[in-house]
């Protein structure tokens, strides 16, 4: 196929106001939504294999566990906190944005909107835990 | 031309007979998900949110909840399913990123030895923990020892 018919075929099927994308995924909030739920489910993982190792030292003796839980309860540690819990809530959140839209036609269709509301849940959630966590963390 | 499969095309079409472990992975990852928030919610709410949060975890704070069994069953419960699903979505980050060969095979291989390791001394910790270990310090266990 002729570059100049491939561009006439182009322009006759689609849209005059729509530019085409760079990549396949075209950005935009799908794809946004796809990425920072790959980003959070990985940084999950990995805090998850550590978790369960740390967890694993009350098996070992009391002044063991106190002395590696003691490390979760510093300032770095507890803006750590933060984040790790930010992502979990976004990874909770647009899961199940994820299911509705896997199995119910108008989440199909909205999707856009339900990645606001994922962000909107988000922001609420968050303002909820932040400054109780951070008074905990930086009071005492 | 160059031709882009939709998006959701199987790299390999599924087994005619037998049973498709992709469909149930897929379904695992759903049906998880929604039990996870419930058990990750409540975690994170009873451990940072309730008096003092991450503050008051220490050793004692492990054996007072690990006295009741319906947390110890909470969080054997939370181990399994947060490590399965976490270990099969890595899985497919590797299906995405690399291709068949004896790197993919190593790499999936240390997902499953990772998770299967945890899941074993996660669930033998949480059901043969001893909270009141003879000769600690008793300023270092649960209050419920002194009586002992």
């Given at each position: 196929?002729?570059?100049?018919?491939?561009?006439?075929?182009?322009?006759?099927?689609?849209?005059?106001?729509?530019?085409?994308?760079?990549?396949?995924?075209?950005?935009?909030?799908?794809m946004?939504?796809?990425?920072?739920?790959?980003?959070?489910?990985?940084?999950?993982?990995?805090f998850?294999?550590?978790?369960?190792?740390?967890?694993?030292?009350?098996?070992?003796?009391p002044?063991?566990?106190?002395?590696?839980?003691?490390?979760?309860?510093?300032?770095?540690?507890?803006?750590?906190?933060?984040?790790?819990?930010?992502?979990i809530v976004?990874?909770?959140f647009?899961?199940?944005?994820?299911?509705?839209?896997?199995?119910?036609?108008?989440?199909?269709?909205?999707?856009?909107?339900?990645?606001?509301?994922?962000?909107?849940?988000?922001?609420?959630?968050?303002?909820?835990?932040?400054p109780?966590?951070?008074?905990?963390?930086?009071?005492? | 031309?160059?031709?882009?499969?939709?998006?959701?095309?199987?790299?390999?079409?599924?087994?005619?007979?037998?049973?498709?472990?992709?469909?149930?992975?897929?379904?695992?990852?759903?049906?998880?998900?929604?039990?996870?928030?419930?058990?990750?919610?409540?975690?994170?709410?009873?451990?940072?949110?309730?008096?003092?949060?991450?503050?008051?975890?220490?050793?004692?704070?492990?054996?007072?909840?690990?006295?009741?069994?319906?947390?110890?069953?909470?969080?054997?419960?939370?181990?399994?399913?947060?490590?399965?699903?976490?270990?099969n979505?890595?899985?497919?980050?590797?299906?995405?990123?690399?291709?068949?060969?004896v790197?993919?095979?190593?790499?999936?291989?240390?997902?499953?030895?990772?998770?299967?390791?945890?899941?074993?001394?996660?669930?033998?910790?949480?059901?043969?923990?001893?909270?009141?270990?003879?000769?600690?310090?008793?300023?270092?266990?649960?209050?419920?020892?002194?009586?002992?």
């Amino acid at each position: 196929m002729s570059e100049a018919s491939t561009r006439t075929l182009t322009a006759s099927t689609k849209p005059a106001q729509q530019r085409p994308g760079g990549t396949l995924y075209r950005g935009r909030e799908g794809m946004w939504s796809w990425v920072l739920h790959r980003i959070t489910g990985v940084a999950i993982f990995f805090f998850l294999l550590v978790h369960v190792l740390d967890t694993a030292l009350v098996r070992v003796s009391p002044e063991a566990y106190n002395a590696v839980i003691g490390t979760y309860q510093t300032p770095i540690m507890g803006l750590g906190e933060v984040a790790l819990v930010g992502a979990i809530v976004f990874h909770a959140f647009n899961g199940l944005r994820v299911i509705l839209v896997d199995f119910w036609s108008w989440a199909t269709r909205h999707q856009r909107v339900l990645f606001y509301v994922v962000i909107a849940l988000w922001v609420v959630t968050m303002l909820a835990f932040v400054p109780r966590h951070l008074i905990n963390v930086f009071s005492h | 031309m160059t031709v882009i499969e939709s998006p959701r095309t199987p790299a390999r079409p599924a087994p005619k007979r037998g049973v498709n472990w992709e469909k149930w992975g897929w379904i695992y990852m759903r049906a998880s998900g929604v039990v996870l928030i419930v058990l990750i919610f409540g975690h994170l709410f009873t451990n940072l949110m309730v008096g003092e949060g991450v503050k008051a975890i220490d050793f004692g704070f492990v054996g007072g909840k690990w006295a009741d069994p319906f947390w110890q069953w909470w969080d054997v419960l939370m181990l399994w399913l947060a490590l399965i699903h976490g270990a099969n979505g890595m899985r497919t980050l590797v299906n995405d990123y690399t291709s068949p060969g004896v790197m993919q095979k190593v790499l999936k291989g240390a997902l499953f030895a990772a998770a299967a390791v945890l899941i074993v001394l996660g669930t033998l910790v949480v059901f043969t923990f001893d909270p009141c270990p003879a000769g600690s310090p008793a300023d270092l266990l649960p209050s419920f020892c002194e009586a002992a």
